[in-house]
């Protein structure tokens, strides 16, 4: 855990998929986006195989680094599915059946339905505390600052409302994004001065091609209105001053 | 760099704007697929932002641990483009106008466009060697076994056929998707005995959701296309048995 006020994270994408391009990313968008509204703030994110070795060093450098560290991937019923496992060794922890998940899954499942497959969804690290999975059954779980949630995207969105009680934030991360109809080269000097005189807001420039048209979104991030607010302010100055088009803010 | 016969690779992301979820990672799907091709697999994605020492100590973690890191994001013209300077630093070289780079440029823009901001970006490493940019003039670079990308997903793709003569690698990665109408846990037994018979292909499981219906890819990645077979068939054999309808196979 560090000690300075802003609450950070990490994410552990756990999965060959990713890794061998077959299947973009979309969790880490979704995981950071929820995150930035209750003021954590991810510092990391790593992608990795499912290799147990690779998972459990990776986890116990993460834990250690970070406030929280959330997991995707690795959770389900298949031979590939060893986040649960990996993570009870990364924490010298038991890997046992967890009764309040059986019973969850058993009564999700029925009885007669909850065959050998779904059975292994219920191992897990001892005292490992539940995360509600209300799309398709299956919990999730935490143990200490590392949470584990399922690769599916879909359902990893449903179980994130879950996890708000588990989590202290700091103040949430606001921002602001100004698109111009410009390239960086032709404001990089002006946007550095505002950058200068703003150390407090992270001042992005991230050019886009749009309808055929390129542009620059300017993005402002901070925990605080006024400072994002000042920092516009003298953006549009300079703005103004070239004659530069405003495509879009928000 | 690791002596197995396998030639592995890392992929750093430099940017704030992936780490704040406002934009989707789609750089590290069109760099892993093309390096499947040519026989290096990606072993490792780290996303960090752009802050000069987490930038130089990861670099140097990865360019030692792997056969090639690709670095994406960070080598336009504005204040937040820190990647050259920080490769620099890893290398301990001086951070320096490459004359190479810089008569690309100027023709590029014409020399009375070629103001300030761009030529910012010609700033590089010394004796970076340049990764030519077809799609907007600005060349990339590599020292040694790090290779720097820009961030924006159109231009990085360009630059990839130019990456080829410098990259040596091992035999392509060669992969089978077989998609079924079944669930995980209905087929987690038997997949799991085809993967102990064959220990030399990485099979995956990934359940989707596709207009409306469920379904799971498993996916089977081996350098060797008998064992591919050789696997996909004992796969079948259980889907016949059990009666599961094949989706989709490629």
Redesign the interface.
């Known amino acids: 855990m560090n000690n300075k006020k802003e609450v950070n994270a990490a994410i552990l994408?756990i999965?060959?998929?990713?890794?061998?391009?077959?299947?973009?990313?979309?969790n880490?968008?979704?995981?950071?986006?929820?995150?930035?509204k209750i003021g954590i703030?991810?510092?990391?994110?790593?992608?990795?195989?499912?290799i147990e070795n690779k998972i459990v060093e990776t986890l116990k450098e993460l834990k250690k680094k970070y406030n929280y560290v959330f997991t995707s991937g690795g959770i389900?019923?298949?031979?590939?599915d060893i986040t649960a496992e990996s993570v009870s060794k990364a924490f010298d922890l038991k890997y046992e059946i967890h009764k309040e998940a059986y019973k969850i899954l058993e009564k999700y499942y029925g009885k007669e339905n909850f065959?050998?497959?779904?059975q292994?969804?219920v191992w897990m690290p001892s005292n490992a505390e539940l995360i509600l999975n209300p799309a398709s059954g299956a919990p999730g779980f935490n143990v200490e600052n590392v949470f584990c949630l399922p690769?599916?995207p879909?359902i990893l969105e449903s179980m994130l409302p879950g996890l708000k009680n588990k989590l202290v934030g700091g103040k949430p991360?606001l921002?602001k994004?100004i698109s111009l109809r410009t390239i960086?080269?032709?404001?990089?000097?002006s946007?550095?001065e505002v950058?200068d005189n703003n150390k407090d807001v992270?001042?992005?420039?991230?050019?886009f091609?749009r309808k055929g048209k390129i542009g620059v979104s300017i993005?402002l991030?901070s925990e605080d209105q006024t400072k994002i607010d000042m920092c516009n302010s003298q953006i549009l100055t300079f703005v103004n001053k070239k004659k530069i088009e405003i495509v879009e803010r928000d």
């Open positions: 994408i999965g060959n998929e990713i890794l061998s391009g077959r299947t973009k990313d979309l880490t968008s979704t995981i950071s986006s929820w995150l930035n703030r991810v510092l990391e994110v790593r992608v990795i195989p499912d389900g019923p298949t031979h590939d065959n050998e497959g779904r292994k969804m690769g599916v879909s991360i921002s994004t960086e080269s032709d404001i990089a000097k946007l550095k950058q992270d001042i992005g420039s991230y050019p091609f993005v991030r």
